[in-house]
C-alpha cells in the first residue's frame, strides 16, 4: 500500500503556523493535500492536538470525522457538528467545542501542535458529543492509514 503524505499551503512540516490558523489570529482551520489515499477508502478524520501542553500531555483541540474521501481538505472548515460542505462531516468536543480551535499557548511558550490524518475503511456512527478518545475507540481495526503533520506556534513571537 502506498504511503500516506500529508502537507499544507499553511505551512510547512516541523515550521512555524501562522496566526491567521491559531487563537490569536483568526482562527481558521488549514487546508490538507493527502497523497497515497489507499483505494478502499470510505471516509477521512482529523485530530489536532497540542503534543507541548505541560500539564494534559496531547491536548486535544478539534476533532472531525466523516469527510468524504478526497484529495485536499479546505481551509476554513465551518462551525457546527455537521458540515454540510463536506458531506455532513461531525465535528466533536475537544477544546474547539463542535468546530475548530487552533493554537493559543500561554504568552512566550513554543508548543508543538499535530494534525494526524486518518484513513477510514467506513464512516464512524459517533454523535458530535464524541471525544477524541471515543473517536479513537471507533477506528479500533479501520484505520488503513494515517500520516501527521506538525507544526509550532508561539503567541507573540517577537
Given at each position: 500500500?502506498?504511503i500516506?503524505k500529508?502537507?499544507?499551503?499553511?505551512?510547512?512540516?516541523?515550521?512555524?503556523i501562522?496566526?491567521?490558523?491559531?487563537?490569536?489570529g483568526?482562527?481558521?482551520?488549514?487546508?490538507?493535500?493527502?497523497?497515497?489515499?489507499?483505494?478502499?477508502?470510505?471516509?477521512?478524520?482529523?485530530?489536532?492536538?497540542?503534543?507541548?501542553?505541560?500539564?494534559?500531555?496531547n491536548?486535544?483541540?478539534?476533532?472531525?470525522?466523516?469527510?468524504?474521501?478526497?484529495?485536499?481538505?479546505?481551509?476554513?472548515i465551518?462551525?457546527?457538528?455537521?458540515?454540510?460542505?463536506l458531506?455532513?462531516?461531525?465535528?466533536?468536543?475537544?477544546?474547539?467545542?463542535?468546530?475548530?480551535?487552533?493554537?493559543?499557548?500561554?504568552?512566550?511558550?513554543?508548543?508543538?501542535?499535530?494534525?494526524?490524518?486518518?484513513?477510514?475503511?467506513?464512516?464512524?456512527?459517533?454523535a458530535?458529543?464524541?471525544?477524541?478518545?471515543?473517536?479513537?475507540?471507533?477506528?479500533?481495526?479501520?484505520?488503513?492509514?494515517?500520516?501527521?503533520?506538525?507544526?509550532?506556534?508561539?503567541?507573540?513571537?517577537?
Amino acid at each position: 500500500m502506498e504511503i500516506l503524505k500529508i502537507k499544507s499551503g499553511a505551512f510547512e512540516e516541523g515550521g512555524w503556523i501562522p496566526a491567521r490558523y491559531t487563537g490569536r489570529g483568526e482562527d481558521v482551520s488549514p487546508d490538507f493535500t493527502i497523497e497515497g489515499i489507499a483505494p478502499n477508502a470510505k471516509s477521512i478524520a482529523i485530530t489536532l492536538d497540542d503534543a507541548s501542553h505541560p500539564f494534559f500531555p496531547n491536548y486535544n483541540h478539534w476533532v472531525i470525522w466523516n469527510l468524504p474521501v478526497q484529495a485536499t481538505i479546505p481551509e476554513g472548515i465551518p462551525h457546527g457538528e455537521a458540515v454540510d460542505c463536506l458531506g455532513g462531516a461531525t465535528q466533536g468536543v475537544a477544546y474547539g467545542r463542535n468546530r475548530y480551535k487552533g493554537p493559543k499557548p500561554p504568552l512566550k511558550s513554543i508548543h508543538t501542535y499535530v494534525f494526524t490524518i486518518f484513513i477510514l475503511d467506513c464512516r464512524i456512527d459517533l454523535a458530535a458529543n464524541g471525544t477524541k478518545q471515543d473517536l479513537l475507540h471507533k477506528m479500533e481495526g479501520h484505520i488503513l492509514q494515517q500520516a501527521e503533520l506538525s507544526g509550532k506556534f508561539q503567541s507573540h513571537r517577537e
